[in-house]
RNA sequence: AGAGUCGGCCGGGCAGUCGCUGCGUCUUUCAGGCGUGGAGGAAAGUCCGGGCUCCAUAGGGCAGGGUGCCAGGUAACCCCUGGGGGGCGCGAGCCCACGGAAAGUGCCACAGAGAAUAGACCGCCUAAGCGCCCACGGGCGCCGGCAAGGGUGAAACGGUGCGGUAAGAGCGCACCGCGCACGGUGGCAACACCGGCGGCACGGCAAACCCCACCCGGAGCAAGACCAAAUAGGGGGGCGAUGGUGCGGCCCGUACCGCCCCCGGGUAGGUCGCUAGAGGUGCGCGGCGACGCGCAUCCCAGAGGAAUGACUGUCCUCGACAAAACCCGGCUUACAGGCCGACUCUCCUA
RNA sequence: UGGGAGAUCGUCUAGUGGCAGGACCGGAGCCUUUGAAGCUCCAGACGUAGGUUCGAAUCCUACUCCCCCAA
């Protein structure tokens, strides 16, 4: 389980709808001006990642893609330091012009934020 | 050297580390190891055309829609190729919804005399006929004639010249233009050329209705198929007036729903459909070409909130537009920069 | 992903080949002791680019944007 520990599969994700929108209702929030990190404790021992990227915030499949890719990566290789948590980064206007290395910095910052909070 | 035209191609490279995912294989399973593959020329817009699936085997008629010079290519096309005609450019070349207005209906505002069986505002004429005057040259008026000139308009019923005339007029002639269901020659054809005939008749709009020729059944992979708990759905046979549904607007037609008898499992979830194909590459042959044929060879994404990335180093010209979602052929639109080939014009030098 | 509608003053809308109109809002004036209401006047638009036509908001083509349906 050590090699695993930077490992990321589908168990790690959310992905049906009621996961959703569990964590929707009435989650803790950290807000960003291009984005919105909401989380909330889960029954289980490790974190999961959702992500909302409506065609909305970000127009081109192109940037969607790659916003997705940063936050994955960036989730994969800190997860060790979060808790049960389901997280979900929900995007808003003007994500799509963010420097991979900008997003990545802050995305730490939150994780951060919500290891501290574990005990919460 | 400068300016330009056409066609084709590329769309950061390399190394290391950590990850995602299809397939194969191995480990007893959970899970992992190893190997291997992993976005585009537009994957986009969804504007056309097909394949595939179900509805009837895709039927008949009306309605509706599409295409529109000719020939060819193709599974098919609103695509492509070659040719014809017209327009633009010195040129290489580029552009064109390019059938029919002598089948019918309709429209052509304003202006203008007149807008489609033409017409007379200004104007030109006074030869013929009638009347009056007369200085016997003629003058005036009536009845009339004309369409050359002006003017209006997007558009006014051939143009120029000569003859002709009272003034004029295709009224006549020459040339040009135009028309012809005329003949000949060339071409599969569109059409071109030559000759003949016609004094000229036929304004424009069919992206107005329409006519002609050809084409089009409907839905769409959330199609559809299979597996699979609960309140009864499906298959076969017989009967059938109305109505409803498949079926898209209607009618016909057809199948089912309805009632009786006999046999027997649908929605929430999962699996398949899901990628080997009108396929790529190379060579040869046929063709001006689009393309076709033959041989060899290759296997080249199949996810499911959705996979190709991140980080580090390094090099350069510092990286545009942009992400498959059943598949394919086109069209259209977006695109930093760069490469190759063919050709045109101008200038300079030899 | 597939299917379907639409775009006209700031807002809601009419116009379907020849004048772009109406209502609300806005501005100015009249009326009133003042305000509201009322009356008069004014300003303001055819999504973009091509094409057809003498002439296009209207017909055709391409593009852009917005909305709806199928989960």
């Not at 964590?23 to 291009?34: K, T, Y």
């Not at 029954?43 to 997705?68: C, E, F, H, M, Q």
């Not at 934020?113 to 574990?118: A, R, S």
């Amino acid at each position: 389980m050590r090699a695993g520990r930077r490992r990321f599969t589908r168990r790690d994700r959310l992905t049906r709808e009621e996961e959703f929108r569990r964590v929707f209702n009435r989650p803790r929030r950290l807000h960003h001006d291009a984005w919105v990190t909401l989380f909330k404790a889960n029954d289980l021992r490790y974190p999961r990642l959702g992500l909302a990227i409506s065609r909305k915030s970000v127009p081109t499949a192109v940037a969607r893609n790659r916003v997705k890719r940063v936050v994955r990566e960036s989730f994969r290789l800190n997860r060790h330091r979060l808790g049960g948590f389901d997280i979900i980064i929900l995007a808003r206007r003007g994500l799509a012009r963010r420097e991979n290395r900008a997003l990545r910095e802050a995305l730490e910052r939150d994780w951060t934020t919500i290891e501290q909070c574990k005990d919460c």
